[in-house]
């Protein structure tokens, strides 16, 4: 794999197995995470996304698994000297009730004998621009909000310049949905360059989540059913590259779309210093600077997915 590459893809997925189309079971999900964390490309992947509801139910089917050291045996003393496992929660219930719960779950696994673990990340939806400020007042400094928000125009919906606008200055990110299991969860690469322009534009990082199994745009099954479906998905590449022009000014919102709308798997290429779509071309320390503080993760229920599908086009 090219340096360049490399440093687009560290850490760049959050595993979501829990969450359709995959929708596993806890322990299928936890001991599917433990297995990419110990495989050879453990450094692609993120956090474990795991709804607050269901924080016991994980801690429970994963503690003998995390990081530490049972003080009755000897079982983890090969896992601890690895890092706590990074977890980012959904709020699903009431946000000061699933912040207690977060504590609860934090306090508990900085324990080594418990497993160790820590919620670094929630991720909530809002539905109005006001909202933003309520939660924000609500949410430890400790942990990085994702608000969720509509980008779709469509039907009168809401311009997503107004939540972008209350999420600068503030330390929280964005979180763009790019997919589901039906095709109307898709937004069109016109909404997605939109949104990408207005989270540069603010310094607003941003992390993106559903349909984003795929490197390149392209028609897929919208689940894993025989007879399912079909759509035209978003590719992470087209994605992430699109967010790292953007986020060094080379690409105008015409442009942008461009880049999303692309098919064509060799449009992109990669070298050790640099990365190209057509013309426009980013060095390393731009990729690096665009992951680092703007385009962050994208959640996925399939790890082995995407890593397959780069293996397809030569680039794994």
């Known amino acids: 794999m090219t340096r360049s590459l490399r440093i687009l893809m560290t850490g760049l997925i959050d595993y979501a197995g829990l969450f359709p189309p995959a929708k596993l079971g806890m322990q299928d999900a936890v001991e599917t995470y433990n297995r990419s964390i110990v495989g050879e490309h453990e450094w692609m992947l993120g956090r474990f996304i795991c709804p607050v509801s ?25 896992t601890a000297q690895r890092p706590p496992w990074r977890v980012s929660a959904l709020i699903d219930g009431d946000l000061l009730a699933d912040i ?33 400020d309520d939660a924000l007042d609500i949410i430890p400094d400790d942990i990085v909000p994702f608000f969720e928000f509509p980008v779709s125009c469509a039907g009168g919906g809401a311009d997503c310049r107004g ?21 109307n969860a898709f937004p069109t690469c016109a909404e997605v360059a939109a949104f990408l322009h207005a989270c540069a534009a603010a310094s607003v990082p941003f992390k993106a989540t559903a349909g984003l199994h795929h490197p390149v745009r392209a028609c897929h099954k919208l689940t894993y059913e025989p007879d399912a479906q079909t759509c035209t998905m978003h590719g992470f590449l087209n994605l992430f590259i699109a967010a790292a022009l953007v986020n060094a000014g080379k690409l105008d919102e015409a442009r942008t779309i461009d880049l999303l709308q692309s098919e064509d798997p060799d449009e992109f290429k990669f070298a050790d210093a640099a990365l190209t779509w057509r013309s426009w071309g980013l060095d390393t320390a731009q990729i690096a600077m665009a992951r680092e503080h703007f385009a962050l993760c994208f959640g996925s229920c399939s790890f ?10 030569g680039l794994l």
């Open 54 to 78: 269901r924080l016991g139910e994980f801690s429970h089917a994963a503690a003998a698994l995390m990081p530490g050291t049972f003080a009755s045996s000897g079982y983890r003393e090969t």
């Open 100 to 132: 207690d719960r977060i504590d609860e779950f934090n306090a508990h696994h900085a324990n080594p004998d418990q497993g160790l673990a820590r919620v670094e990340m929630i991720e909530l939806k809002v539905a109005k621009v006001g909202e933003i």
């Open 163 to 183: 939540y972008v606008a209350a999420l600068a200055g503030t330390g929280a990110a964005a979180k763009i949905r790019t997919g589901g299991v039906v095709g």
């Open 304 to 313: 082995d997915e995407p890593l397959a599908d780069l293996g397809t086009l």
